[in-house]
Structures are given as C-alpha cells and as structure tokens.
T-cell receptor, first 114, second 114 residues
Framework: DGGITQSPKYLFRKEGQNVTLSCEQNLNHDAMYWYRQDPGQGLRLIYYSQIVNDFQKGDIAEGYSVSREKKESFPLTVTSAQKNPTAFYLC?????????????FGPGTRLLVL | AQSVTQLDSQVPVFEEAPVELRCNYSSSVSVYLFWYVQYPNQGLQLLLKYLSGSTLVKGINGFEAEFNKSQTSFHLRKPSVHISDTAEYFCAVSETDSWGKLQFGAGTQVVVTP
C-alpha cells in the first residue's frame, strides 16, 4: 500500500528536551510538508521541502528544524526553543510543487508536554 | 497573501438532512480551491478540488461544491448526510502562481445525529 506514515502516534516531551517526529512516504512524491494543528485554528505550515537536501520555512518555523536527506523521509525536530509545542502535527506530500497539486496527509502525531 | 474564512465553526445536522458548509476566501490573484475532511485523530483526506472549468465540482462521498468567483466563495454541500459524515471539514486555498502553499480555514465541525 502506498501512503504516508507518521510515528509515533503519541509523543511526550519533557521541558528542555528536543523530540523528533518521523514522516515517511512511499508515493515517490517530490514535495513534503509539515503542519501544526491547534483547536479552532486550522493547519499552519511549519516547513516544506520541494526536493532532497532543500527545505524552506513556512509561517511558524521558529522552534522547529527539519532535514531532507532522502526523498521518502522528512523528519521534524521540535526543539526546546518551541515554548508551546503541544499540538497535533501532520505531515503531507505532493507529487511536485505547484498550487494545483493535491497534498496527501499522514495520520498525524500528537505531541504532549509533561 | 490569501486568507480563508469558514463561517461556521460547528454545524449540527440530522441524519438524511442536507448540509452546507460555507467558505469564503480573499486573494489578489487567481486561486485553486480545496475541501478536506478530517475524522477524529486522523489525517486529512481530499474531498474535492477546483482548478478550472466547470464551477460545480463533485467529490467523494456524495459531496459537491460550487465556485463563485464574484462572491469569492466555495461552499460545500451534501443533499443527505449519514452518521459517518461526522467529522471536521477544512476549506483551503492556493494561489495559482504560488509554489503550492495551502492556506487553510479554521475548520467546520459537522455533527450528525439520528
């Protein structure tokens, strides 16, 4: 089955700790995205990547970092600089960049702060 | 920059009744329009999208939406809902000259009761 997998489903972070959320896709998509979802606010873009070894900041990149060493993988690190990390994190991918392209979403990771 | 307004945060509806979810957008350029559905604790799934051509777009699960350029709207409708349609629905916009950034509305929670 082709699709996007995110792990873990739930993640707990202690104060001052960095945590990494995994996102893998086997759709052979070039573009990948990370969104943060908070209740009543819709989705906000954190980072996106159009090709391997290249990525750009989205609207709320502060306190987050990413890498894109492989086409199929786009991990997100929530650093200790992110003061309010509790949220639902969604990874998405699309065949290529372009406004007309459908973005396909993974099942999400819920991050909670202890 | 584009923005999206979903006029209703929650829509209660009885089973087999019709439902309409309202979405208005603002943009200085032409746009592509999307509706996504999110079931509890899951990722988003595309319902339908408007790229060009006919302003009436049919999607999955019996949903349809109509693009109205003069009113900058893209309302979603279903003539008869099922209990399984209980979910959150997101309207999203991308500008035609963009790299593919999606701007999401805040979402509309649809609750279908027997």
């Amino acid at each position: 089955d082709g699709g996007i997998t995110q792990s873990p489903k739930y993640l707990f972070r202690k104060e001052g700790q960095n945590v990494t959320l995994s996102c893998e896709q086997n759709l052979n998509h070039d573009a990948m995205y990370w969104y943060r979802q908070d209740p009543g606010q819709g989705l906000r873009l954190i980072y996106y990547s159009q090709i391997v070894n290249d990525f750009q900041k989205g609207d709320i990149a502060e306190g987050y970092s990413v890498s894109r060493e492989k086409k199929e993988s786009f991990p997100l690190t929530v650093t200790s600089a992110q003061k309010n990390p509790t949220a639902f994190y969604l990874c998405a991918s699309s065949i290529q960049r372009g406004g007309q392209e459908t973005q396909y979403f993974g099942p999400g990771t819920r991050l909670l702060v202890l | 920059a584009q923005s999206v307004t979903q006029l209703d945060s929650q829509v209660p509806v009885f089973e087999e009744a019709p439902v309409e979810l309202r979405c208005n957008y603002s943009s200085s350029v032409s746009v592509y329009l999307f509706w996504y559905v999110q079931y509890p604790n899951q990722g988003l799934q595309l319902l339908l999208k408007y790229l060009s051509g006919s302003t009436l777009v049919k999607g999955i699960n019996g949903f349809e939406a109509e693009f109205n350029k003069s009113q900058t709207s893209f309302h979603l409708r279903k003539p008869s809902v099922h209990i399984s349609d209980t979910a959150e629905y997101f309207c999203a916009v991308s500008e035609t000259d963009s790299w593919g950034k999606l701007q999401f509305g805040a979402g509309t929670q649809v609750v279908v009761t027997p």
